[in-house]
């Protein structure tokens, strides 16, 4: 079962910061938060990761709370080409391996 | 740098066939792991393989199979194929098994069962 909890949807305007919530309340210290997005017939792309610092790279920020229990993925800028489903998962360890666990994620539409 | 290639990227099958599916991951990686999308139940881990050994499994039954050969491309099977097997089936890859080194995907192979 996942592990996360999203809105099912969300909506902004072309331009303005996109902030994305996800709760993963029952998170073990040693599970990343991992963020993906799929857009419609291709494969999730890789947005960010974090353990317990807020990260940022060259597509968005992550927030991670201080308890751990819930992040925020931020696009500072939203474009109409970041209309996607967006996935907050947690990475769990399980046998010698990983495995991503994705829940129904968040379509988030940006509109002009 | 080339990114994860699956191959074929449709596939149409009659129930009771078996089916192979290939996945060629980014250079240097290692880790190769493969998961089912479907309307109904998202997106599924199936099994992840490293250094040609099966490290983790997803709740599949057996009809589902996995390989990784010494250059780290990888197949998987599905056997006795059901109408329900109709899905996108996604492969990623990562440098190593580990939670800390994020997982790039294919764009799948879409099948379907008739």
């Known amino acids: 079962d996942a592990k996360t909890t999203q809105p099912p949807s969300m909506d902004c305007a072309e331009g303005r910061a996109a902030n994305l919530p996800c709760n993963h309340s029952?998170?073990?210290?040693?599970?990343?938060v991992y963020w993906y997005r799929q857009i419609h017939s291709q494969g999730p792309q890789y947005i960010i990761h974090?353990?317990?610092n807020n990260e940022t790279n060259e597509m968005a920020s992550l927030i991670i709370t201080e308890d751990r229990k819930s992040s925020t993925l931020i696009l500072p800028h939203a474009t109409l080409r970041d209309t996607a489903v967006y996935y907050c998962?947690?990475?769990?360890?399980?046998?010698?391996?990983?495995?991503?666990?994705f829940g129904k994620g968040t379509t988030l539409s940006v509109s002009s | 740098k080339a990114g994860v290639t699956q191959t074929p990227r449709y596939l149409i099958k009659t129930r009771g066939q078996q089916v192979t599916l290939s996945c060629s991951p980014i250079?240097?990686?290692?880790?190769v792991s493969w998961y089912q999308q479907t309307p109904g139940q998202g997106l599924q881990f199936l099994f992840e393989?490293?250094?040609?050994?099966?490290?983790n499994k997803g709740n599949f039954p057996g009809r589902f199979s996995g390989r990784q050969f010494s250059n780290s491309r990888s197949e998987m099977n599905v056997s006795t194929l059901e109408l329900g097997d109709s899905a996108l089936y996604l492969c990623?890859?990562?440098?190593?098994?580990?939670?800390?080194?994020?997982?790039?995907f294919g764009d799948g192979t879409r099948l379907s069962i008739l």
């Open positions: 990623a890859s990562s440098l190593g098994s580990f939670p800390n080194q994020p997982q790039h």
């Open positions: 029952t998170i073990s210290g040693n599970e990343y």
């Open positions: 974090g353990l317990k």
């Open positions: 998962i947690v990475r769990v360890l399980s046998g010698q391996g990983t495995a991503l666990i």
């Open positions: 250079s240097g990686h290692r880790s």
């Open positions: 393989y490293f250094s040609e050994t099966q490290r």
